[in-house]
């Protein structure tokens, strides 16, 4: 049986993003969440088409409703043990690709393990950004800055760890040239794989952004500190660009 389309309230129809994302950042089941999206959407509709607010089906307090739900579902413990390890060997495939441009690999006991927490870290300030976002009427002005907060925090992190690998002598691993022409084809493999998988080239986009500037213009007579303001420019330059072109095919 096909549902018949019905225009929800932009207030309806933001409460239900609003608590996709939320359920998911909490490690919810997806197709469990999906469920409960699609039963809340048909009431909201039912309660539309008889001029009841969305307050008389979730209540005064979005938030308190999101939580509800919430506690009343379980940890999808069995699927973030399968995303886990692909976002962290997403997040490896970034400093891979990066090194590889500057010659062979190798990295340090120290650089691994913090890199491992890094994204840890990342992860569950991602899940607690995004539960809060979603469950708060925040600002368009207040989400730029948490997002921006949110991006500097790993920043910061990865400055206080050159520092770190500076000051503690740990074990270095270095690949070789074997090695590195190996890790090398199993990262563009997985990127590719990953990127099929999830049915969207932004990893690819987002790695060339990354990498390709800085590489290209090394090649070029300019100085190390107008190459650097130059190749941020094109990476963040390109990044607009790309979310805005993909926010206009989504609208189309």
Known sequence: MIKQEVALSRKSRKFLEDLRVYLFSSGKNELETNEIVEELEDHLIEAEKNGKSIEHIVGQ??????????????????????????????????????????????YSLMEILGFIAITALFLAGVSVTFRYVSANNVSTRKQFIIFFLLGMFPMCLFIGLIFLNGAISTPIIHFGMTGSIITAILTFIFVLAVSIWAKTWVILVLLALLTLPDFFLSYTTMTESPRLITGTM?????????LFLTSRMNKA
Request: net charge positive; no cysteine; charged share 15%.
């Open 61 to 106: 307090s979005p938030k308190s409703y999101m939580r509800k739900i919430s506690n009343e579902m379980t940890i999808d413990y069995k699927a973030w043990i399968k995303y886990i390890p692909i976002i962290l060997f997403g997040a490896f495939s970034f400093v891979i690709i990066g090194d590889l441009f500057e010659g062979l690999l190798s």
């Open 234 to 242: 094109i990476t963040f330059g390109g990044i607009a660009i790309y």
